[in-house]
């Protein structure tokens, strides 16, 4: 991660870059505005120029019309024709062998003077339309030329002149047989102009102009423009590149885009171009400029620019050494200092060399030290009395800290030290406490690992429970892991027993699953985050259980259902505690599932099984064998001893015959 020096000495540098770079933009931009206004004026022009173009075009086109009026074959035909003949081009008999005639005399007649004077080539149609001449293939005739766009105009009421843009190989302009089937390459400007006596057209003077003529015509003389011509169905024909072209057809008529290609950089204009009368759009005329060619003057002074900004760069670099260096020297030490809090050392403190939002800072962080130290010794003097993790979660969360409590479904432990209570009553006092504490942390760090949460100590009685303060739906197979860490840990001690320098103590655990209160409970000057409720009060009354069957850690069925499939069980009695009048189902932790149990041991398990089935079905005599088999393979099993003696015992006198099998416990 970069220092806080070298951020501020990159800010320098990039302030003289930005300053190098404003200046380059603004002279491009300049530049490019200059060419944008040119490119404007270019289109405005361009389109002013092929308007006088065509007016012109047609001006021609109109002398050679009217010439039309003089050639002995019109003549001859309005003299057979006697009216009917309709200026002999719009026969109304429809007599094909008229027809052919006049076609073969206007191929007889001499067109070379109006081809000169119009340019391109020339063709006559009759009133419907169909094509009698045409220059460009003189052989042929009979084509329609109706479904021509500048036909249909020169044949409409008062003779109007057509006008149109098409492509010479236009499907519709080969059929008219005005160009040869394969078509013609290239755009042409179609005109149209009919020839009208009594009132009505009776033939069509069509001519088709190259637009490459045109185009040749309206050169700007420029090498950074380019011009095209584009028909209304999007032929185009001109030397502006084809991505050029398209974002130019795609903008609206006369806005001036952008565009940037592989080797060039173009600012576009689309214009629109109308017929000779002004009201129909036939084309569009394109108008490109290469901006790149205009760029050029910018990129002659680009050494002028890199030197200055090889100086500005080398004026940046000293003064954001010098001035990064006294900007980060009082940042540098705070950050160190933070480093210092984060590690847990809380005796820093930072030099105050300023008055400035700087110097603010440095007097807040040292007044935050002097806060967490507060903080610090608060919550270790709390922790020496509540659970570390109940202390942090009422830190995190005041709201908690009012009394009060909800109702949740928790799991709850009670770990009493077998044998203490005789081993203190005969040692003194300072070995007392040695033993209790090293003991005490033991089953502590169990609850811990496990994920509990350790509520108090009773005496020689740890009680904890798990699933608050922070949820888990895990609780029960948490409070079982506790357990059996406990009873691991127990048996760490052993070595120190039998040494004869501690006394060989026990573990007996009592634990239950179902709802309880829990929360703050206490009054305004006393409080203490733990469990009460009947659930509570039958896991301490199942810790002191155990006496009755020699085991060392009991549970309920409710801990037995939500913790099984994590936890081996075996089930050992159905009984009524001291007290209560509703039975509980209890079982006995024998580890992990999937953890093996000695041979002995599982041999143990198994036959009891058999001989608790067999005394509920008060069948003493197999349940008398069974507890038998279970003694032979662990001869300390505790339960299987208690059976032994009690199915003995109803065995010789009877259980009334209403009896439930559930056995009453008389001492608490």
Same mark, same amino acid.
């Given at each position: 991660?970069?220092?806080?020096?070298?951020?501020?000495?990159?800010?320098?540098?990039?302030?003289?870059?930005?300053?190098?770079?404003?200046?380059?933009?603004?002279?491009?931009?300049?530049?490019? $505005?200059?060419?944008?206004?040119?490119?404007?004026? @270019?289109?405005? +022009?361009?389109?002013?120029?092929?308007?006088?173009?065509?007016?012109?075009?047609? $001006?021609?086109?109109?002398?050679?019309?009217?010439?039309?009026?003089?050639?002995?074959?019109? =003549?001859?035909?309005?003299?057979?024709?006697?009216?009917?003949?309709?200026?002999?081009?719009?026969?109304?008999?429809?007599?094909?062998?008229?027809?052919?005639?006049?076609?073969?005399?206007?191929?007889?007649?001499?067109?070379?003077?109006?081809?000169?004077?119009?340019?391109?080539?020339?063709?006559?149609?009759?009133?419907?339309?169909?094509?009698?001449? +045409?220059?460009?293939?003189?052989?042929?005739?009979?084509?329609?030329?109706?479904?021509?766009?500048?036909?249909?105009?020169?044949?409409?009421?008062?003779?109007?002149?057509?006008?149109?843009?098409?492509?010479?190989?236009?499907?519709?302009?080969?059929?008219?047989?005005?160009?040869?089937?394969?078509?013609?390459?290239?755009?042409?400007?179609?005109?149209?102009?009919?020839?009208?006596?009594?009132?009505?057209?009776?033939?069509? #003077?069509?001519?088709?102009? *190259?637009?490459? !003529?045109?185009?040749?015509? /309206?050169?700007?003389?420029?090498?950074?423009?380019?011009?095209?011509?584009?028909?209304?169905?999007?032929?185009?024909?001109?030397?502006?590149? *084809?991505?050029?072209?398209?974002?130019?057809?795609?903008?609206?008529?006369?806005?001036? !885009? $952008?565009?940037?290609?592989?080797?060039?950089?173009?600012?576009?204009?689309?214009?629109?171009?109308?017929?000779?009368?002004?009201?129909?759009?036939?084309?569009?005329?394109?108008?490109?400029?290469?901006?790149?060619?205009?760029?050029?003057?910018?990129?002659?002074?680009?050494?002028?620019?890199?030197?200055?900004?090889? /100086?500005?760069?080398?004026?940046?670099?000293?003064?954001?050494?010098?001035?990064?260096?006294?900007?980060?020297?009082?940042?540098?030490?705070? $950050?160190?200092?933070?480093?210092?809090?984060?590690?847990? @050392?809380?005796?820093?403190?930072?030099?105050?060399?300023? =008055?400035?939002?700087?110097?603010?800072?440095?007097?807040?962080?040292? =007044?935050?030290?002097?806060?967490?130290?507060?903080?610090?010794?608060?919550?270790?003097?709390?922790?020496?009395?509540?659970?570390?993790?109940?202390? @942090?979660?009422?830190?995190?969360?005041?709201?908690?800290?009012?009394?009060?409590?909800?109702?949740?479904?928790?799991?709850?432990? #009670?770990?009493? %030290?077998?044998?203490?209570?005789?081993?203190?009553?005969?040692?003194? *006092?300072?070995?007392?406490?040695?033993? /209790?504490?090293?003991?005490?942390?033991?089953?502590?760090?169990?609850?811990?690992?496990?994920?509990?949460?350790? &509520?108090?100590?009773?005496?020689?009685?740890?009680?904890?429970?798990?699933?608050?303060?922070?949820?888990?739906?895990?609780?029960? !197979?948490?409070?079982?892991?506790?357990?059996?860490?406990?009873?691991?840990?127990?048996?760490?001690?052993?070595?120190?027993?039998?040494?004869?320098?501690?006394?060989?103590?026990?573990?007996? %655990?009592?634990?239950?699953?179902?709802?309880?209160?829990?929360?703050?409970?206490?009054?305004?000057?006393?409080?203490?985050?733990?469990?009460?409720?009947?659930? !509570?009060?039958?896991?301490?009354?199942?810790?002191?259980?155990?006496?009755?069957?020699?085991?060392?850690?009991?549970?309920?069925?409710?801990?037995?259902?939500?913790?099984?499939?994590?936890?081996?069980?075996?089930?050992?009695?159905?009984?009524?505690?001291?007290?209560?009048?509703?039975?509980?189902?209890?079982?006995?932790?024998?580890?992990?599932?999937?953890?093996?149990?000695?041979?002995?041991?599982?041999?143990?398990?198994?036959?009891?099984?058999?001989?608790?089935?067999?005394? =509920?079905?008060? &069948?003493?005599?197999?349940?008398?064998?069974? #507890?038998?088999?279970?003694?032979?393979?662990?001869?300390?099993?505790?339960?299987?001893?208690?059976?032994?003696?009690?199915?003995?015992?109803?065995?010789?006198?009877?259980?009334?015959?209403?009896? &439930?099998?559930?056995?009453?416990?008389?001492?608490?």
């Amino acid at each position: 991660m970069a220092s806080i020096r070298a951020k501020l000495l990159w800010v320098f540098v990039l302030l003289a870059l930005l300053g190098v770079g404003g200046v380059a933009g603004a002279a491009l931009s300049i530049l490019r $505005e200059r060419s944008g206004a040119q490119a404007r004026v @270019d289109a405005q +022009a361009a389109r002013a120029q092929l308007k006088r173009l065509l007016n012109l075009r047609y $001006e021609a086109f109109q002398a050679v019309s009217d010439l039309s009026y003089v050639l002995p074959v019109f =003549r001859q035909v309005a003299a057979q024709g006697q009216g009917e003949a309709d200026f002999g081009l719009g026969s109304a008999a429809d007599d094909a062998t008229t027809l052919q005639t006049l076609h073969q005399n206007l191929v007889d007649a001499d067109w070379n003077w109006a081809k000169v004077a119009g340019g391109g080539w020339i063709g006559v149609t009759d009133a419907k339309g169909r094509v009698l001449f +045409a220059s460009a293939q003189r052989a042929a005739w009979g084509g329609n030329a109706n479904n021509l766009a500048a036909v249909k105009t020169a044949f409409e009421p008062g003779g109007a002149v057509g006008a149109m843009v098409i492509d010479g190989r236009d499907a519709g302009l080969a059929k008219s047989g005005l160009v040869p089937p394969g078509g013609a390459p290239g755009l042409f400007v179609l005109f149209a102009r009919a020839t009208v006596l009594g009132g009505q057209p009776r033939a069509a #003077f069509v001519q088709g102009i *190259p637009a490459a !003529v045109l185009l040749q015509d /309206l050169a700007l003389g420029d090498r950074d423009t380019a011009l095209a011509l584009v028909t209304l169905d999007g032929h185009a024909e001109g030397k502006v590149p *084809p991505t050029v072209l398209q974002a130019a057809l795609q903008s609206k008529d006369g806005e001036a !885009v $952008e565009v940037a290609t592989q080797d060039a950089h173009w600012l576009v204009q689309c214009q629109s171009l109308k017929d000779l009368s002004g009201r129909a759009e036939i084309a569009r005329i394109v108008v490109a400029r290469n901006l790149t060619v205009g760029l050029a003057v910018l990129l002659q002074a680009g050494q002028l620019l890199l030197g200055v900004a090889a /100086l500005l760069l080398v004026v940046a670099l000293v003064l954001g050494f010098v001035m990064s260096t006294r900007l980060s020297r009082p940042i540098v030490a705070l $950050e160190a200092a933070a480093r210092k809090v984060a590690a847990g @050392d809380l005796s820093v403190q930072v030099d105050v060399s300023s =008055r400035d939002e700087i110097g603010q800072l440095a007097t807040a962080f040292n =007044r935050m030290i002097e806060g967490l130290k507060e903080r610090e010794r608060i919550k270790g003097t709390f922790k020496k009395y509540l659970a570390p993790d109940v202390v @942090d979660f009422l830190l995190a969360n005041p709201d908690k800290q009012s009394p009060g409590g909800e109702r949740k479904e928790l799991t709850v432990t #009670f770990s009493d %030290i077998a044998g203490f209570t005789t081993f203190a009553e005969s040692r003194r *006092p300072e070995a007392v406490v040695e033993v /209790l504490n090293r003991t005490l942390t033991d089953l502590s760090d169990a609850v811990a690992q496990a994920g509990g949460t350790l &509520d108090k100590y009773i005496g020689d009685n740890v009680m904890a429970f798990y699933g608050a303060p922070l949820p888990r739906a895990d609780h029960a !197979v948490c409070g079982c892991r506790a357990a059996l860490l406990q009873l691991q840990a127990i048996e760490k001690l052993r070595p120190n027993w039998e040494q004869g320098d501690w006394p060989v103590i026990g573990l007996r %655990i009592g634990m239950n699953t179902g709802e309880m209160i829990v929360g703050s409970i206490g009054g305004a000057h006393g409080q203490d985050y733990t469990v009460i409720g009947d659930a !509570v009060n039958l896991a301490s009354r199942l810790e002191a259980v155990n006496k009755v069957y020699s085991t060392r850690s009991l549970c309920t069925e409710g801990t037995w259902l939500a913790a099984r499939h994590a936890i081996e069980m075996r089930e050992i009695d159905s009984i009524r505690v001291a007290g209560k009048q509703q039975s509980v189902r209890i079982f006995e932790l024998l580890g992990e599932v999937g953890v093996a149990l000695p041979a002995t041991r599982r041999g143990a398990v198994e036959a009891f099984a058999v001989g608790l089935a067999a005394y =509920r079905r008060l &069948d003493f005599a197999a349940a008398s064998a069974a #507890f038998a088999s279970a003694l032979a393979a662990d001869p300390t099993d505790g339960p299987s001893k208690v059976f032994a003696a009690r199915v003995a015992h109803l065995a010789a006198e009877p259980p009334p015959a209403d009896w &439930d099998g559930i056995w009453t416990l008389k001492e608490k």
